[in-house]
């Protein structure tokens, strides 16, 4: 947890009950916080306490903390008559701890300052006609005991900003001893369903960062990489539906930044943890150092989960007569795996306005498993059979990112100047051995085939950026920025399998399955933004990107028509937001949010890759390397406001994507069933969102989300193999929702509880539908050793072993109906310790490389 003096945005309501009534909750755009859609570091807005009488008087001052001498930032300045407690004017202090109060009338007020984990200070003060100087106040803190790690100001749960919505992780107990599929869960707006998938308002079409930064840990799969971040080092996850210009313009959905723990803390400062469970079990640790200039920060941990499953399928044909049987399938088996995640980082402040950083982190991930599957072949009954198969299944990954920047900033306010440099490398192999026997069982029967696959999966990206902000008054800041990434893919893929009416079934190489796959993509852009304020309550923020995206796909084993992918195109993408503050102030805190964007999403290697996994041979999968990108056009209308202790939070949106790439699935000459990707025609979504967060009492909150929206797909007829198949056109549509309540209570002597809970409705595919899914969570916490230390008990789905995942396909050639039983409840035990003297250090402005421009695969190694 973070200690009070850190630069909270917190407002005067749990500071200062004098403004309960005038005040928006933590997090919230109070009365000098940037507008809506600034960028970071932009001028304070208009406060929204109602404005003195207009003068000519000018108040102006500095406020340092009395211990470090260091600036509050964001600390609240209210002025106030000598007699009541009406404010008649304020606003909050800026990143250096300044504040200004202008257009007031001469006379003698009260000057209220105050920030969450600081003694509020109230003076006299007499404003003159012109100028008056307050000069530097000095803010105590209200709580120091730096014997030890000890909270004294606090966040929401789950908090709203005008351009993203935040979720406090490390707020949330629930989470403890999990990992960042848990913690995704419970973020507004997310869905992460059981295998581990993640959405975003109803898309998969979503960028994950790590610290506002790519990671090779997601290149190859991001439920994957969600297993592999412990809950317990994630500080927040924002939630970016309609991202600036200077974002990289995919993830079309929007952008998931998860942020992962760093202290900035003056000394020598640590934690560790531990966590047993009946799914997975878990251990991490932190050390952290800062000392004047220079500040290192470090993590390690390491984890292991146990899954079993088991699943059936049933497919018909579909034929001139109506429906007949042709395949029945029922399989069960285990994965067990494990892995670690570790980090270290740098930061280095050589002189004022210089700031260096360095950061390193990687991955380790392995797992195997073992799986049986009898296989009941009806149709066509001249090839009628029935097999069972013992698959092993193995996968192992690892990556690892290293990271550097440059920032310069200088005496002008938000004027800033970075230049940033990372590299990242994903590794994976996936392989599966395979012995087939006759019959339902292997026991007492012969082996009738053996087969064997690796794939190598090799992700290599360098990327170079320079982002520059000079603004023209406190209201007008312009951006712009280059960026180029290179990457360089490659898919490796043997298959041996056992010759056609051969007497030794040992497997031989099948030249004919096997190839080698090189797919280089370089990216080279460069955008502008301006904001500005046409008036005192509406703001703007005009922007463009231009990428141009070179593409050289080719298979190095074979000679063919389509043995080659180039691409060549440039595209201009504008962005544009308005923000209006009505000032209301029996409302304050109201903002109204119009933005529109146009996004571009890039298909990776998950989508690309041309490996055939025929571990089942009668339903394989694999990639499509002559995937096109996406183009969407984003439209958002969002409304905030804040009621006393309270915030609604509400949204109306539509996606309209052109080239979507959507699974597909046909059934061969062979009788097989062939899962792999195109670019249908247009896929639309019509929704609107819902997010509220109230506190009955001072101890209990309670928050809640609430996304319904209309999806309609549609693709024309497509052809597989060469032409010698093709499907009707298909179009589906429907509603969707999803919603989730969050509820903890803080009772006496460190004692917690909290519940969360989720459901989401039945999903709409091209070819089919899902099954709705329910998720649930319940956590008791106590803190120990003078908070030094807490136990937490969870419970995850207690009330149900696993939950049914079925879907049902349904094209012009078969329907299937398939059961996958994911195993869900768990118990864990979960115990951190926090060690250190800590002293508060202010954060500063620090630029960061995202990458957010190509589309992630699913769950699982490879396709499923």
């Known amino acids: 947890m973070k200690n009070a003096t850190l630069p909270l945005l917190l407002t005067s309501l749990l500071a200062a009950p004098v403004l309960a009534q005038t005040t928006p909750p933590a997090g919230t755009p109070v009365g000098g916080q940037r507008p809506a859609g600034a960028p970071a570091g932009a001028a304070p807005a208009r406060p929204i306490l109602p404005a003195a009488a207009k003068g000519a008087g000018r108040l102006e001052g500095t406020v340092l903390d009395a211990t470090t001498k260091k600036p509050v930032e964001f600390a609240t300045v209210t002025l106030l008559p000598l007699s009541g407690n009406t404010p008649v004017d304020g606003g909050v202090c800026d990143e250096r701890g300044r504040f200004a109060l202008k257009g007031l009338t001469a006379g003698e007020f009260r000057?209220?300052?105050?920030?969450?984990?600081?003694?509020?200070?109230?003076?006299?003060?007499?404003?003159?006609?012109?100028?008056?100087?307050?000069?530097?106040?000095?803010?105590?803190?209200?709580?120091?005991n730096l014997g030890e790690v000890k909270v004294t100001g606090e966040r929401d749960v789950i908090e709203t900003k005008p351009d993203r919505i935040v979720y406090n992780a490390e707020k949330d107990l629930t989470n403890s001893g999990g990992t960042a599929a848990d913690v995704l869960r419970k973020v507004p707006l997310v869905n992460v369903d059981p295998d581990g998938n993640v959405e975003l308002r109803g898309t998969s079409n979503v960028r994950v960062l790590i610290n506002n930064k790519p990671s090779g840990i997601v290149a190859s799969s991001v439920a994957d990489a969600m297993k592999q971040i412990p809950a317990d080092q994630i500080k927040s996850v924002e939630v970016i539906t309609t991202p600036s210009a200077k974002y990289d313009a995919e993830g079309t959905g929007g952008i998931i930044n998860i942020i992962l723990k760093k202290n900035n803390l003056e000394g020598i400062n640590g934690s560790v943890g531990l966590a047993a469970g009946t799914r997975s079990s878990n251990g991490n640790a932190s050390l952290n150092y800062r000392k004047g200039k220079v500040g290192l920060n470090s993590s390690v941990s390491g984890f292991g989960f146990y899954s079993p499953n088991r699943n059936d399928l049933v497919r018909y044909l579909k034929t001139p007569g109506g429906e007949e049987e042709s395949l029945r399938q029922e399989g069960d088996g285990n994965t067990i795996g494990g892995g670690g995640f570790g980090r270290f980082g740098l930061d280095y402040d050589p002189a004022q306005y210089h700031n260096l950083t360095l950061g390193l982190q990687g991955s380790l991930f392995r797992n195997s498993g073992n799986y049986d599957q009898f296989n009941n072949v009806l149709l066509p009954a001249t090839a009628a059979t029935s097999f069972t198969r013992d698959t092993d299944r193995r996968f192992r990954t690892q990556s690892y990112d290293l990271s550097g920047a440059y920032t310069r900033t200088f005496e002008q306010k938000r004027r800033e100047w970075s230049v940033l440099a990372q590299h990242t490398r994903n590794r994976n192999v996936q392989a599966y051995y395979l012995d087939q026997f006759a019959g339902r069982s292997e026991e007492n029967q012969a082996k009738t085939y053996r087969e064997e696959s690796d794939n190598l999966a090799r992700n290599l990206e360098t990327t170079l950026q320079t982002d520059y902000a000079h603004p023209f008054s406190e209201t007008a800041l312009l951006e712009v920025g280059a960026k180029a990434i290179l990457r360089r893919v490659s898919s490796d893929y043997d298959v041996f399998t056992t010759p056609f009416q051969a007497s030794n079934l040992d497997p031989v190489y099948d030249a004919s399955r096997s190839n080698l796959f090189d797919y280089n993509q370089d990216v080279l852009s460069g955008y502008a933004t301006y904001g500005?304020?046409?008036?005192?309550?509406?703001?703007?923020?005009?922007?463009?990107?231009?990428?141009?995206?070179?593409?050289?796909?080719?298979?190095?084993?074979?000679?063919?028509?389509?043995?080659?992918?180039k691409q060549d195109y440039a595209n201009l993408l504008p962005n544009l937001s308005m923000s209006f503050q009505p000032n209301n102030p029996k409302k304050p805190g109201q903002t109204l949010r119009l933005a529109y964007s146009q996004r571009i999403q890039r298909p990776q290697i998950f989508y690309l890759n041309p490996f055939r996994n025929t571990s089942d041979s009668l339903n394989v999968s694999y990639g499509e390397p002559g995937l096109k990108p996406e183009l969407t056009d984003s439209y958002e209308l969002n409304y905030t406001t804040f009621i006393k202790s309270s915030v609604l939070n509400m949204s109306v949106y539509m996606r309209r994507t052109n080239k979507a790439i959507e699974s597909v699935r046909f059934i061969d000459s062979l009788g097989v069933n062939n899962q792999t990707f195109r670019n249908i025609g247009r896929n639309a979504t019509f929704g609107a969102s819902l997010f509220t967060s109230v506190k009955p009492v001072p101890k209990w909150?309670?928050?809640?989300?609430?996304?319904?929206?209309?999806?309609?797909?549609?693709?024309?007829?497509?052809?597989?193999?060469?032409?010698?198949?093709?499907?009707?056109?298909?179009?589906?549509?429907?509603?969707?929702?999803?919603?989730?309540?969050?509820?903890?209570?803080?009772?006496?002597?460190?004692?917690?509880?909290?519940?969360f809970g989720g459901l989401n409705s039945p999903r709409i595919q091209l070819q089919g539908s899902q099954r709705a899914w329910t998720f649930y969570s319940l956590g008791l916490r106590k803190n120990l050793l003078?908070?030094?230390?807490?136990?937490?008990?969870?419970?995850?789905?207690f009330l149900q072993a696993t939950r049914n995942l079925s879907s049902t396909l349904d094209t012009d050639q078969f329907r299937q109906v398939s059961n996958n039983y994911i195993y869900l409840r768990g118990v864990?035990?979960?115990?951190?310790?926090?060690?250190?003297?800590?002293?508060?250090?202010?954060?500063?402005?620090?630029?960061?490389?995202?990458?957010?421009?190509?589309?992630?695969?699913?769950?699982?190694?490879?396709?499923?």
Do not use: C, H, W
């Not at 920030?115 to 530097?136: E, H, I, N, P």
């Not at 500005?532 to 990428?547: D, Q």
């Open 532 to 565: 500005f304020s046409a008036s005192k309550k509406v703001n703007f923020k005009l922007g463009a990107r231009v990428e141009n995206t070179r593409i050289n796909g080719s298979f190095q084993q074979q000679e063919q028509d389509n043995s080659s992918v």
């Open 828 to 864: 864990r035990l979960a115990f951190n310790y926090r060690f250190g003297k800590t002293t508060a250090q202010p954060q500063k402005r620090r630029r960061s490389i995202q990458n957010d421009d190509v589309k992630q695969g699913e769950s699982g190694q490879g396709q499923q």
């Open 786 to 797: 003078k908070e030094k230390a807490d136990l937490t008990l969870n419970a995850d789905n």
């Open 701 to 755: 909150d309670v928050s809640g989300n609430v996304n319904v929206y209309y999806v309609s797909l549609k693709s024309p007829a497509l052809t597989f193999e060469e032409g010698s198949i093709t499907t009707s056109a298909y179009s589906n549509s429907g509603v969707m929702y999803n919603l989730n309540l969050n509820s903890s209570y803080k009772f006496e002597k460190g004692l917690s509880v909290q519940f």
């Open 111 to 144: 000057l209220q300052i105050s920030f969450v984990g600081y003694a509020t200070q109230t003076r006299t003060v007499t404003v003159t006609s012109g100028l008056t100087a307050v000069g530097t106040v000095q803010l105590a803190s209200s709580a120091q």
